[in-house]
Each structure stands twice: as structure tokens, then as C-alpha cells.
């Protein structure tokens, strides 16, 4: 379980988390919701251990990663793996490679089982073996979402972070994420972690939605309460009214 | 396949660097590689701007080089030469700087002697002649003092 | 003018912070090459990057480096008499200055530039903390072994530029205007000096850490997507020109 506590972050003096109060449920997947600026992948990389608070904690099992330094914070980050928006494979490496980093850097496994388990993910992922000798600038958006989310499931997480997942990608494709998402939580039940605007989309996977507006979380509950929430900045964000207050 | 070819090309530019720095240090740096020869020392009261690495002849012919320079006790220079295994140096050699043309380089000239008595590898040359300052024999010129 | 002051000092102090900053990415980058794992083919591939792909430009500058310093000091010389000083006046020339400012110069806009825009774009589309995230230190994985290949493959350029340059002298100064081949090398032979070579050793060994070290830091630091990769691009290849040629005055004035 994932306990965020009074968060709180600025960048140059300007605030972007406020104090931040949140619980991801063991096994479970949590979708922040919010504005595009909102400072959702901020949140994100504290949980991850990119960035360092303010103030606040944030606790994995108990354990505040916010403090934890060298071989223990690699430890930890051992248990989880994430889904960067643009995919982040490295450019340098081949979709074979890009899918082996993680087992080559975290594991001792022999080369024959790590292309194994490639093969296996690959498989999962509906991509074909032939897709492993391209680049990632030969792969579509698509494409590169689900090698990354091949590298993020070798890893075995116990948690897993999903960087806006869906963005700039096509219906079909959004709805194959998605199924590709549901179907690995299904098969490994690891707790996870979803920053998404892509909504009523994102309903779909979600078992809790949490809502951020202005560096704080407004509105908490599973997606049919989120839905019917009485806040009226909730229901205009979901129902994507016209922001005069923006325009 | 790939993998082969990275290590080629490297293995290739590395050894292709090394050479040329070796060429650059042992034949242009003078860098005895295998210390070959013995030493001697000399005093001079100048040698204005003669460089360690420099050459030692005898008639005219390259025998050895400047090893190092120090200041000795007696603010005088004092030079270490390396020079060739089977050079005999007799003890009333005159070890001279001089210059080659007006403008070029500074070298150690070694009038070899005839006594009977020879100097031991890391013995001293007694005799010696400083640099001639040219500024110095024009400075005088001109202020009527030659 | 109070303004202006105010402006003055800000521009400073930003100034003092970006070197004291830089001096710590120097020294944690280079003291992570002392721990495990030490990833020899990722240090083989930069020395690919950052030398072997130098070299080709490297090689042209040199020669005609080489060429140019014959042709300006043969009819100069000649005025004295002194064709004979040929050789030394062209290997004293490479060896101390030419070599190894040309060489860091040519380096930084070949490979820094490179160097820099592949971190920046690791950094804007996130491949860094995606290493991060995978429990690799980036600074190990990325920045590291680029350092300690510019440690090494610098040196080897400047050597590769000096030779390549004195023969490029040979061919105008011997084959052209008939300098005897003799003269040209004892007389190169004669008046370069074991502190010569150490000194260019030195200044390249400086200039290639200066010109990775720059292109590394940028990069890291890249901000605001891809017009921020290109103006970190921009500044490494300005910024190292500038600190390879205050460098140069600095050691010349120490090994002269």
C-alpha cells in the first residue's frame, strides 16, 4: 500500500503540490484525474523517488521513500517499474535490447532466458518477434507504448506507474492500452498507479479515481461516485465544459 | 556482428593514437625508453635558455643530450649529460654552449681532450665556456667598452 | 543604474553557481568510474562516438593545419635565411598550440555537440528517469563513461593531428618548395623538447575533459523540450570554445 502524507511541493516559489493526502490500496489501480499543468506527473516522480518533497512523506509499506538514500532506495526501486508518457526507450538500443535492459541491469539471468521471457512479453503484448530488431524511431506511438509496457512488465512489478498512457494515441489504440493494462493487472494483481486526462476513458480501468486541482486532491472515490460528484469544478473537468476561467 | 565491428574500430583508432604518441614522445620527445648510456655533469656560469633535451656533439655530431637542469650551490647552472656508451671524455674536456647560426637552437659543444685520464661515468666535466650573449658583446660594442 | 548593478550581480552569481555546479558534476561523474559495475562496453562506445568519429575531420584539419604553417613559415623564414628552422618551427607549432586547441575545438563541435543533444534528448523524453526508475544511476550509465572517453580519446586525436600535421608541413615544405627532408626532421628532431610533448599531452588531456565535461553538463540540464535541446546544443559548442582557449593561455603560461 501507497500512503501519500501532507505532500508538498514549489518549483521556484511557485506551489505546485499543496499538501498532497492520498492512499493507493494494495492491488488495486488508482487514477489521479486532472488538469493538463496540474502537476500530476509531479506527483508521480515523488512516488517514484524523481523528485524530493518540500515537505510530507510518502510511504510504501510503510517505508518513506523521501528519505531513504543509496542501496536501500535502489532496493525499493527494484519493486516497481513505470510507464513513461512518450514510452521512454532509449534510442540507442533496439526493442530486444530496450526490453532486456531492466532483466540485463536487475537480474543474473542467462541470455537465453531473458530472450525467453522477451518473446513471452511480446506475445502479451499482440507484437510480433520480427518487431524486436527495429529502433524505437521506426515504431508508432502505438507501438512504442506497448514495448514500453513490455519493459515495464518484465520487471515483475509489485507496482506499476502509467504516465498519462493513452495521450496522443488513436481510439483503437487508447482501447488497446487499456485492455493490455487491464489484462497484465489481472494476470500479476500489482498495485498501480494511473495519471491520466483522458476521460470518461480512463473510467474504465480504474478501481478509485482521485481528482487534483490547484495542488490539492478535491474529490476521492471509485468512478461511478467521481461521476456523480456534487463539486461543480469535478463534474465541468469530466463532463470537459468550456474553461472560461482558462480561455 | 555489430558487436565485433565496435571493438575493430576502436581497436584500431586506439592503436593508430598510441603510435603517433609514441612516435611524438620517443622520437621527437626523446624519451629513453631503454636508459641507454651514462652521465656526466657540468657547471656553467650561463647558459641562457639552453633546454633540458638539448644536443651534445662532438664535432659536430650528435653524441648525447641535456638530461636535466639545476641551480648548483654556487648559483651557477648545473647541467646532467646522457651520452653514448663507449664515448671516452678525458678529464680536460671543455664542454661549451653555443648556438647554431645567430638564431637557432642552443647545444652543448664537448671538445673530447687527450689526457690520460678519463671521466667516469657520473664525473664532472671541470672545464666550461657559458653561452656568448649577444646583447650583452653588442651592449658593449656600443658603449665603447670592447 | 541601481537596476543595472542589480542585473550585474544577479548575472554573477549565476555565473558562480553554474561553475560550482559543474565542478560537482565533474567530480561525482568521475567518481563513479571507481565504482561497480563498470560497464567497459559502454566506455568502448563513446570512445567510438566522441574519437573514432572525430577522426575523419580531425585528420583534414590537420593536414592542412600542417600545410598552411609550412607554406606561412617557409616564406618567412626565408627572409632569414633560415628555411633550415622549418621542421622545428612547424612541429613547435603543432605541438604546443595548434594541435591541441584545433583538436579540442573540432572535437567539441563534432562530438560535443552530439554528445549534448543525445543527453538532452534523453533528459526531455524522459529515457533518464526511465534508467533512474530501473535502478541505474544515469550518471553512471550516460554521463560517466562519455567523461573518461574524452579523457582518453582527446590525447589520442592531438597525437593523431600532430603527426598528421607534420607531415602535412612535408608535403609543402619538402615535395613543394624543396626544403631538404633531412633538415626538415633534425631540425624538428633537434629543438622539440621532452616539456614540448608533455605540455601538449597536458593541455589535451585538460581540453578533452573540459569539452565532455560541458557537453555532459548541458545536456543533464536541458530544459523546455526540443528548442531546448538546441540551445543547450548552441551554448556547449560556444561555451567550450571559450574555455578551451582561456584554458590554453593558462597552461601556456604554466609550461613556458
Redesign the interface.
Known amino acids: 500500500m501507497i500512503q501519500i502524507i501532507d505532500l508538498v511541493k514549489s518549483f521556484n516559489g511557485q506551489v505546485v503540490l499543496d499538501g498532497i493526502n492520498l492512499e493507493m490500496p494494495q492491488g488495486k489501480i488508482t487514477v489521479v484525474i486532472g488538469k493538463s499543468g496540474v502537476g500530476k506527473s509531479v506527483l508521480l516522480?515523488h512516488i517514484?523517488?524523481?523528485l524530493k518533497p518540500n515537505s510530507g512523506k510518502v510511504l510504501i509499506d510503510g517505508v518513506d521513500i523521501t528519505f531513504l538514500t543509496g542501496r536501500k532506495l535502489?532496493e525499493m526501486?527494484?519493486r516497481?517499474?513505470?510507464l513513461?508518457?512518450?514510452g521512454?526507450?532509449?534510442?540507442?538500443l533496439n526493442v530486444f535490447e530496450n526490453i532486456a535492459?531492466?532483466l540485463r541491469?536487475?537480474t543474473r539471468l542467462s541470455e537465453a532466458e531473458i530472450k525467453r521471457r522477451i518473446l513471452e512479453r511480446l506475445e502479451q503484448m499482440n507484437l510480433s518477434p520480427e518487431v524486436g530488431y527495429k529502433f524505437p524511431d521506426q515504431l508508432s506511438g502505438g507501438m512504442k507504448k506497448r514495448v514500453a509496457l513490455a519493459r515495464a512488465m518484465i520487471?515483475e512489478p509489485e507496482i506499476m506507474f502509467f504516465d498519462e498512457p493513452v495521450t496522443g494515441l488513436d481510439p483503437p489504440m487508447t482501447n488497446t492500452v487499456f485492455h493490455l493494462i487491464t489484462k497484465t493487472h489481472q494476470e500479476s494483481g500489482y498495485t498501480a498507479l494511473v495519471v491520466s486526462h483522458d476521460i470518461p476513458d480512463v473510467f474504465q480501468v480504474a478501481d478509485y479515481v482521485a481528482m487534483l486541482h490547484q495542488g490539492r486532491i478535491i474529490a476521492y472515490g471509485t468512478p461511478e461516485e467521481i461521476q456523480h460528484h456534487a463539486d461543480p469544478i469535478v463534474q465541468s473537468f469530466i463532463h470537459g465544459e468550456v474553461d472560461f476561467l482558462e480561455a | 556482428m555489430k558487436k565485433g565491428n565496435?571493438?575493430l574500430?576502436?581497436g584500431v583508432?586506439?592503436l593508430?593514437?598510441?603510435a603517433?604518441?609514441a612516435?611524438?614522445?620517443i622520437?621527437?620527445?626523446?624519451?629513453e625508453v631503454f636508459g641507454s648510456g651514462y652521465h656526466v655533469t657540468a657547471e656553467f656560469d650561463n647558459i641562457s635558455g639552453l633546454?633540458?633535451?638539448?644536443?651534445v656533439e662532438v664535432a659536430g655530431v650528435e653524441v648525447g643530450r641535456v638530461e636535466s637542469i639545476q641551480i648548483s650551490s654556487g648559483d651557477r647552472a648545473r647541467l646532467v649529460l646522457r651520452l653514448e656508451p663507449g664515448l671516452k671524455i678525458h678529464d680536460d674536456a671543455i664542454a661549451s654552449i653555443r648556438t647554431?647560426?645567430i638564431?637557432?637552437?642552443k647545444?652543448v659543444k664537448l671538445s673530447p681532450g687527450n689526457s690520460d685520464k678519463l671521466i667516469p661515468p657520473g664525473g664532472k666535466i671541470r672545464d666550461t665556456e657559458s653561452a656568448v650573449e649577444w646583447e650583452e658583446l653588442i651592449s658593449k660594442y656600443i658603449h665603447g667598452k670592447v | 543604474m541601481d537596476n543595472l548593478l542589480r542585473l550585474w550581480g544577479r548575472w554573477v552569481l549565476s555565473l558562480v553557481q553554474d561553475a560550482g555546479r559543474m565542478i560537482l558534476f565533474l567530480f561525482e561523474g568521475l567518481g563513479l568510474a571507481f565504482v561497480p559495475p563498470f560497464r567497459g562496453r559502454r566506455f568502448?562506445?563513446e570512445?567510438?562516438l566522441i574519437?573514432?568519429k572525430s577522426?575523419l575531420i580531425v585528420l583534414l584539419t590537420a593536414a592542412f593545419t600542417g600545410m598552411v604553417l609550412a607554406l606561412q613559415g617557409y616564406y618567412t623564414l626565408r627572409k632569414?635565411g633560415?628555411e633550415g628552422?622549418l621542421g622545428?618551427a612547424v612541429?613547435l607549432s603543432l605541438?604546443r598550440e595548434m594541435g591541441p586547441v584545433l583538436t579540442a575545438l573540432m572535437v567539441s563541435a563534432r562530438a560535443g555537440s552530439a554528445v549534448t543533444a543525445?543527453i538532452g534528448?534523453?533528459r526531455i523524453?524522459?529515457?533518464l528517469?526511465?534508467l533512474?526508475?530501473?535502478?541505474?544511476n544515469p550518471m553512471q550509465y550516460v554521463v560517466m563513461p562519455k567523461l573518461i572517453a574524452g579523457l582518453?580519446?582527446v590525447?589520442?586525436?592531438t597525437?593523431?593531428f600532430?603527426?598528421t600535421g607534420i607531415l602535412g608541413g612535408y608535403l609543402i615544405g619538402v615535395v613543394l618548395l624543396g626544403v631538404s627532408s633531412g633538415t626538415y626532421f633534425s631540425g624538428?628532431?633537434?629543438?622539440?623538447?621532452?616539456?614540448?610533448?608533455?605540455g601538449?599531452?597536458v593541455k589535451s588531456l585538460v581540453f578533452g575533459l573540459t569539452i565532455i565535461l560541458v557537453a555532459c553538463y548541458k545536456g543533464y540540464y536541458t530544459e523546455h523540450g526540443a528548442e531546448g535541446v538546441s540551445r543547450a546544443t548552441n551554448q556547449t559548442v560556444v561555451l567550450s570554445a571559450i574555455l578551451v582557449l582561456a584554458w590554453d593561455y593558462v597552461l601556456t603560461s604554466f609550461f613556458m
Do not use: R
Not at chain 1, 521512454?88 to 540507442?92: E, K, Q, R
Not at chain 2, 633546454?51 to 644536443?55: D, H, N
Not at chain 3, 624538428?188 to 608533455?198: A, F, T, Y
Open positions: 516522480k517514484v523517488g524523481l535502489q526501486k527494484k516497481f517499474a513505470v513513461f508518457q512518450g521512454a526507450l532509449f534510442d540507442s535492459f531492466p541491469e536487475k520487471q | 565496435l571493438e574500430v576502436v583508432f586506439v593508430t593514437g598510441l603517433c604518441l612516435y611524438l614522445a622520437h621527437l620527445g626523446k624519451l633546454k633540458s633535451g638539448a644536443a647554431k647560426g638564431i637557432g637552437d647545444f | 568502448l562506445q570512445i567510438q574519437g573514432v577522426c632569414y633560415s628552422a622545428s612541429a605541438i543525445e534528448i534523453m523524453t524522459e529515457q528517469d526511465a533512474d526508475t530501473m535502478a541505474v582518453v580519446a590525447p589520442l586525436l597525437a593523431i600532430d603527426v624538428m628532431v633537434q629543438s622539440v623538447v621532452p616539456l614540448d610533448i608533455n601538449g599531452i
